[in-house]
């Protein structure tokens, strides 16, 4: 017989934090987030869980942790979302807006990511670093459980704590998620997608993401948790033990009222060939290209994308960007004709035929993965400038090579 996960009970969905646990000592600051869309229960149940056995057990934390619920409204109703995705709103020029609208003029997730907004700002307020940021998601296909963050050398090492394939570059092609609105900010954001959104296995997965996060995080120390090994194992068993880094190539973007089919049985990470049938988008057939590897197809009506193509990034292109990151080589670009840095040294204004010429994959191992054009140059940004690298220098995870 399958399992099901249990029904999130209504009373659990008229408070935003799901716990809130402050260790006898000072330590990290650890905020953890599910359900940011309301089809997806299985981050707060897991959380929920999680949070009973904190308590029960009382294991010596050091710093605090927080659980917070997202798309309240959603997950009552257990949609993505009703007026906007919640997970598309956070963007700078957003945020200003949805902040100076009278609270009877905002739409549900308006109203919603105000409230989430003005936590965060006083957890940051009131809390010590290093902050952790979780998100935890689940897919609409079959999946093996695994991580998405913005490419940032601080994201990338600490994902390498748990045995789950790493997908890199997300930022290039969705707008305003949350997590990437933190990362802007210099924190440290991992998203993790634990299965597919009803299964069971999207509840225990996200279960043993949380303890291997607080064990790695500096929490609570590995010692005091005996079932550490068994989570671990447990997401290894999960994934195969894929836990190579991939990155995104492109993605079929859907728009308003477009009519898209996926065709059944396809999983992220698995292996396609040329030619092969993928979906029906507003009556023409969808084949692939090329031999490629799918990533994340549609299996529900709300969405934006239809499926990504992905492609695993070798580990020597990992340590070659790791070691030009270090040392700032991204300088080397600003010698070039047609490449000058933006006012704030944050970006680099780079002419289109330039950009040509370096093409992609170069910026991207300096971690240029976010381009926008403004006339014949684009303004290329990365993560690494703004990351708050001093914050986590000091833990195990950062120094490990
Ligand atoms: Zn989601």
Redesign the pocket.
Known sequence: MIQTQPIISEKSLSTRLIGEISGQEKGPTFILFGG??G??PAGILALERVFDDLKKYSLPIKGKIYGIRGNLKGLSARK?FLDHDL?RLWTNSNIPIIRNKAPEERSVEEAELMEIYALLKEILDTNTAPFYFIDI???SSRTVPFITINDALINRRFSRCFPLPVVLGIEEYLHGPLLSYINERGYLAVGI?SGQHDAVEAVDNAISFIWIALVSAELIPASELPELKVHYHKLKNATYGNRSFYEILSRRELFPGDQFKMEEGFQSFEKIPEGILLAEHNGEEILAPKDSIIFMPLYQVLGKEGFFFIRKIPIWALRVSEVLRKFKWDNFFSLFPGVSWTANKESLKVNIKIAKFFRKPIFHLFGYRRGVLEGNKVVMSNRESKSKKDMYKHTAWFRRK
Do not use: A, D, F, S
């Open positions: 940011i869309h089809n997806e993505r997970n998601h689940t897919t997608e």
